[in-house]
């Protein structure tokens, strides 16, 4: 039997609405391996809501979520669903890619707007306009991944592609 925890970390980073947590949730059922989405992880670790850390400045949420990258990267054999704005810190780009592969699900601010619940997420809120500035301005970024991962078919076809991904790599 494989031991998972000898396996690498499996990251999954992009825009918020890209699917993240939805492949990350998806991956960790087939694959059978543990799924842990960072901000919940990070919200249960700093005993806060990631709301209440934005209200105190958004230096106070990324402070939290180098300190949530870190103690992530610790581990192995997890599937780890990012908060968008990982990238906003390479540092914790670095720390992850030390414990695994790190993804990049791919996806146009324009699909994003098109069917994202925008509601409870500050950073897509204010609308089209600031997801297109937050696209241009991080997918540099975004490219740092390991591998890039197009999020522009159906769920079931970008959900082949990662699996494909992985099986290639071995993963
Ligand atoms: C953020 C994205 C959010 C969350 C926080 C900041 C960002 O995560 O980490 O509100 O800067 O893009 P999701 O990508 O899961 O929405």
């Known amino acids: ?60 949420f990324r402070e939290a979520e180098t300190r949530t990258s870190r103690f992530l990267s610790e581990r192995r054999g997890q599937i780890i669903a990012c908060g968008g704005g990982v990238v906003e810190r390479m540092e914790n780009i670095e720390a992850y890619k030390r414990s695994g592969v790190v993804i990049f699900i791919d996806r146009s601010p324009e699909a994003i707007m098109g069917d994202v619940e925008t509601e409870g997420r500050p950073l897509l809120k204010s609308g089209r306009e600031r997801v297109i500035e937050l696209y241009s301005r991080r997918i540099g970024k975004y490219c740092a991944a390991d591998f890039i991962v197009e999020n ?18 071995e993963l």
Not at 34 to 54: C, K, M, N, Q, S
Not at 152 to 157: A, K, L, R, S, V
């Open 1 to 60: 039997m494989t031991n998972v925890n000898k396996k690498p970390n499996l990251v999954l980073i992009g825009m918020p609405g890209s699917g993240k947590s939805s492949f990350g949730r998806a991956l960790a059922k087939e694959l059978g391996r543990p799924f842990l989405d960072a901000d919940d992880v990070l919200e249960e670790r700093e005993g806060t809501t990631i709301a209440d850390l934005f209200r105190n400045g958004e230096d106070a």
């Open 152 to 169: 522009d078919g159906t769920e079931w076809q970008v959900l082949e592609r990662l699996l494909r991904l992985i099986e290639e790599e």
